[in-house]
């Protein structure tokens, strides 16, 4: 199944800016559909986007649309065989353009537009989510160090930083053993992390990398996997700013 992702604009400044969603993009059987939720509406700020000018209006094309397709690497480039591997993708069966920007989220250091996946169930029924650690330009060179003997299939421990003063529900990540912090869960998770901390208990949520790619720009460097309980009564996703704008858009499932 191919993945619902959701696309979120900052508002204001890259230090000081407010998140949130403002827009969904599917890709079913007949293309990709990107459409507005109401985030756009209520985001401080948010300008429409180029060729999208519409918020009410269902944009379908049997391409992925520019805004996205330029944050994937042209095949042409030198390095798309090792932007494939970051992501822990095989690149000689790559999958579908969607499923890397779940994963890789679109992000450029110069513009404030992200992607991020709906949450999905694995086999078990669990919460499953696989994503780069994020903040790791602000770690000290220690633990950039430390990130560097760290093994595929190590456990690491999350903690939460409810002080935090860049964003109230942070959640840090540590290595098990010093214990050294070596960076955050995005920010599309956190919240969903610190749902299912307190309904399921922390010793459910289960964090492992699952990659270090040494050679890879710091937003692709250090590849994790998440798990935990999906709680019968957890519904991610679907706060006011998820909601769509165009009430004739039968959403894929999520």
Request: glycine share 8%; charged share 20%; net charge negative.
């Amino acid at each position: 199944m191919n993945p619902v992702l959701y696309v979120a604009w900052r508002s204001g400044s890259s230090d000081h800016g407010k998140w949130g969603p403002v827009g969904r993009l599917e890709h079913g059987p007949h293309g990709y559909r990107f459409a507005y939720t109401r985030g756009a509406r209520t985001l401080p700020g948010f300008p429409p986007f180029t060729g999208m000018p519409d918020l009410e209006e269902v944009y379908e094309s049997e391409q992925l649309f520019p805004l996205f397709a330029n944050r994937l690497l042209s095949r042409s480039r030198p390095e798309y065989e090792a932007f494939l591997q970051w992501g822990a993708f095989d690149p000689n069966d790559p999958p579908d353009p969607l499923a890397i920007l779940a994963v890789t989220e679109g992000r450029r250091e110069t513009d404030a537009i992200e992607v991020f996946p709906s949450p999905i169930r694995d086999d078990l029924g669990r919460y499953a989510a696989k994503f780069f650690l994020h903040g790791l330009r602000w770690m000290t060179p220690g633990a950039i160090d430390r990130i560097g003997t760290l093994s595929p299939g190590e456990t690491l421990a999350l903690q939460l930083e409810n002080e935090n003063p860049s964003d109230e529900h942070a959640v840090a990540v540590y290595t098990t053993s010093g214990p050294v912090k070596i960076g955050y869960i995005p920010r599309y998770l956190a919240r969903d992390v610190r749902e299912l901390w307190d309904k399921c208990g922390a010793e459910s949520i289960q964090i492992t990398l699952q990659k270090v790619n040494p050679a890879a720009p710091i937003q692709h460097r250090v590849l994790c996997c998440l798990n935990s309980c999906w709680p019968e009564d957890f519904d991610p996703c679907n706060r006011e700013e998820f909601q769509l704008i165009p009430s004739g858009m039968l959403a894929l499932p999520a």
